[in-house]
């Protein structure tokens, strides 16, 4: 009894470890700018926490640009990345399972985008669900209220997200001092 605990206990934590939760930045990518002088466009790429699981597909999405990994973007945070201006096909791959197949399978969907030297974008990964097609994301663009909206309840991932972060939540304002009461100060 106790070597079969032993064994699904220790199954469990290498199953659990398998499993990434934090959004990692290939950064040895060539559309990536590492500089702050030089002429880049800023692109915030945002993943929500879903209201309930989907499974495998909520898995890291695996981001592309140029047919090469950009970006492993875990649920509930979002990662700043300066880019080369330019046109780039954004893709994003997720993992699914589909109604005809018990397997999970590896689905994409991709957009192309335009970005400009000096200029801000938001790309939400979108979900959508389909009967047969399983969960899948979209790349969209968003506006900035839209993302700092968002960007409240995530994570930012990456130093360079913290660095310039969506959303600073305010400072909370200083406590008040009570009244002074001069006769409890003479009955001190």
């Given amino acids: 009894m106790r070597s079969t605990l032993a064994l699904l206990f220790a199954s469990l934590v290498l199953t659990l470890a398998g499993c990434s939760t934090t959004t990692k930045l290939i950064a ?3 559309a990536i700018i ?3 002088q030089a002429s880049h466009a800023k692109v915030y790429f945002l993943r929500e ?3 309930r ?5 909520d898995d890291n999405l695996r981001i592309e640009i140029g047919k090469q990994p950009l970006l492993s973007l875990a649920q509930g945070e979002y990662s700043l990345i300066r880019l080369k201006p330019g046109q780039y096909d954004i893709v994003i791959f997720s993992r699914t399972s589909l109604t005809t ?3 999970p399978v590896e689905v994409w969907r991709a957009r192309p985008f335009d970005f400009v030297a000096g200029e801000s974008y938001y790309i939400h990964t979108k979900a959508f669900q389909e009967e047969w097609r399983g969960f899948y994301y979209v790349p969209e663009s968003i506006g900035e209220t839209e993302a700092k909206s968002m960007a409240r309840v995530m994570t930012a991932a990456g130093e360079l997200t913290q660095a310039q972060p969506l959303y600073i939540p305010p400072t909370p304002a200083p406590a008040k ?3 002074r009461d001069p006769i409890a100060d003479v009955l001190k």
Wanted: glycine share 4%; charged share 15%.
């Fill in 34 to 36: 590492n500089s702050e």
């Fill in 49 to 51: 926490i879903p209201e």
């Fill in 53 to 57: 699981s989907r499974g495998v597909a």
């Fill in 101 to 103: 197949n018990p397997a």
């Fill in 28 to 30: 040895n990518h060539p």
């Fill in 177 to 179: 001092s009570a009244p």
